[in-house]
Each structure stands twice: as structure tokens, then as C-alpha cells.
């Protein structure tokens, strides 16, 4: 069986809160939240104003104290409090704009100006016919039928380069049956 224990309640005065407008305070309103702290040691309701913009701050408990003790007493906090908001957008006034990089400004005058370029021709023949030996040393490293190859999906059936071709991709579809067949 548990025994029944009241706990003393601890009478306090009831606080009265005061709803503020959302504008710097008034001297009347300062000197009147000093008082009230100095008797109470907390503000009258629960928010102080941003002395620039006026924007309430919600200001009760161990933050309160740390910026009271930060400003050097509740009558300085008052007067010199200011809000997040208005510190960042401070110092955002105060960046320099970044201008744009030159290569952006470079092609924005490119874009306004109607330029001739005189663009040499370029000759994709070869100087001279290739032998079968070049043929199967530069496909090595390349295709030389890459559209043959990717529309039979990956097999070089149909490509007149096969016989010469020594690049490891080489493949016919039917090669790949017959190896499967082999394995059996």
C-alpha cells in the first residue's frame, strides 16, 4: 500500500501579461519593462521587439538570461536588441553584387553582334586509300561501322569492315548461338 503525499504548492504571484505591438518600444514602454523586471525578474509577457524592424522575439526562460547578461542588463537589451532578419538582410546590403564572369559577358556581345566567321572546309577523306594491314591496326581502338553495330543490337552482322575489324567488340549474332551450343 502506497501512502498518499500532497505536494506544497508554491503560492506566486500571478503574472500579468502585457500583448505588444510588433514596433520598437516606446521610452514609457522601456522604462515600465524595467520596472517590471527588476520586481519580477522577467518581462511582462513573453516576446520583445527588434529595435530595427519591430519584429517580436519570443524572450522567457534560460535565453532571456543569457541575453540579458550578453547586453549588460534588461534596460541595454531593450533598447539594443535586434532580430535575426535584420542582421542578415544588413549584411546582405552591405555584399558586394557579383558581376557577371566574363565569359557570360563575353557571349552576350556575341549574341547582339551578327558576326561573318570564315570557317575552313574540312576534308574527311583520307589522303590515300588505306591496305588491309592500317585497316585492322586502326580498328583496334575504333569502330568504323558504329551505326551497323548498334542497330543489330551490339553484332556487326551486315558491316563490310568484319573481315579486317580487330577490335574486341567484334561479334556476330550467330556466333553467339553456336559458342552457347558448344558449352552443351
Same mark, same amino acid.
Given at each position: 500500500m502506497k501512502a498518499k503525499t500532497k505536494l @506544497?504548492?508554491?503560492?506566486?504571484?500571478?503574472v500579468k501579461f502585457v500583448k505588444i505591438e510588433a514596433k520598437p518600444l516606446t521610452?514609457?514602454?522601456?522604462?515600465?519593462?524595467?520596472?517590471?523586471?527588476?520586481?519580477?525578474?522577467?518581462?511582462p509577457g513573453s516576446k520583445i521587439p527588434c529595435t530595427i524592424t519591430g519584429k517580436?522575439?519570443?524572450?522567457v526562460g534560460p535565453w532571456m538570461i543569457k541575453k540579458v547578461k550578453e547586453f549588460g542588463g534588461i534596460e541595454k537589451l531593450l533598447r539594443k536588441y535586434v532580430c535575426r532578419g535584420a542582421i542578415k538582410?544588413?549584411?546582405e546590403s552591405k555584399?558586394?553584387?557579383?558581376?557577371?564572369?566574363?565569359? @557570360?559577358?563575353?557571349?552576350?556581345?556575341l549574341r547582339d553582334e551578327q558576326k561573318n566567321?570564315?570557317?575552313?572546309?574540312?576534308?574527311?577523306?583520307?589522303s590515300r586509300?588505306?591496305?588491309?594491314?592500317?585497316?585492322s591496326e586502326a580498328s583496334k581502338t575504333t569502330c568504323f561501322r558504329p551505326d551497323v553495330y548498334l542497330d543489330n543490337d551490339n553484332y556487326c552482322d551486315g558491316c563490310e569492315f568484319y573481315?579486317?575489324?580487330?577490335?574486341?567488340?567484334?561479334?556476330? @549474332?550467330d556466333w553467339n548461338k553456336t559458342k552457347k551450343k558448344s558449352k552443351k
Open positions: @506544497a504548492r508554491r503560492k506566486t504571484k500571478p521610452e514609457e514602454q522601456i522604462n515600465s519593462f524595467v520596472q517590471y523586471y527588476n520586481k519580477n525578474k522577467t518581462i517580436l522575439t519570443t524572450c538582410t544588413e549584411k555584399k558586394p553584387k557579383v558581376k557577371k564572369s566574363i565569359r @557570360a559577358s563575353k557571349i552576350e556581345e566567321w570564315d570557317i575552313p572546309k574540312i576534308d574527311f577523306t583520307p586509300p588505306m591496305n588491309d594491314g592500317e585497316l573481315d579486317v575489324c580487330t577490335n574486341s567488340l567484334r561479334r556476330l @549474332a
